[in-house]
């Protein structure tokens, strides 16, 4: 990528992530995030359709760099512990972008979003598990029920928060993959 274009990239994800951190999506325009970035109009346009796009993009890429940085995101029915050790730290270690991205009416979008990406991995390695009622409903509830809880509890007590889901999500896993079988 040219370097130009690398200066102008950041310079505006910059500025929105600023803007961000102060108001909602829907209240920040192209010519404030412009200004904030030291750019006109016409290049943010050259770059983003609108800030929704803006947003995505950065969204999608935030919830690509997490999932890529879980060792072993597919094994989260296999060893739901481990699995919520890993995802909690890889989450940890984003939590003001996500904080500052997925605030408000966006967080729903985030666990979405994760929620998809892990069931893929998961359907990569055991497409046995499509359609499987008991296993869809054990994902969902392991990565939405620790991700509420997470972000509810870990500002106060990150790691014990992380190490009481993991015990939990273990006890859970195993007894519903038993049951599951």
């Known amino acids: ?9 950041t310079s505006i994800t910059n500025a929105f992530i600023e803007l961000r951190s102060k108001k909602p999506l829907e209240k920040i325009t192209v010519k404030e995030l412009a200004d904030a970035a030291f750019i ?14 803006l947003s995505e993009s950065m969204e999608t890429e935030l919830i690509n760099n997490i999932v890529r940085s879980i060792p072993h995101p597919d094994t989260l029915l296999d060893n739901p512990g481990r699995a ?3 995802i909690s730290e890889a989450m940890m270690s984003q939590t003001a972008l996500l904080q ?7 967080q729903t979008t985030m666990v979405d979003r994760l929620e998809q990406s892990i069931r893929e991995q998961i359907l990569k390695k055991h497409p046995e598990y499509e359609n499987n009622l008991e296993k869809e409903i054990l994902i969902t509830f392991l990565i939405r029920g620790n991700f509420h809880a997470f ?19 273990a006890n859970t896993g195993s007894d519903s993959c038993a049951a599951a079988g």
């Open 100 to 106: 500052i991205l997925f605030s408000g009416n966006r």
């Open 40 to 53: 006109n109009k016409a290049t943010f346009y050259q770059h983003y359709r609108d800030i929704y796009d």
């Open 151 to 169: 972000f509810k509890h870990s500002p106060a007590h990150p790691k014990d928060t992380i190490e009481i889901l993991a015990q939990y999500s």
């Open 1 to 9: 990528m040219d370097l130009r274009i690398k200066r102008t990239r």
């Open 84 to 86: 919520t050790l890993e």
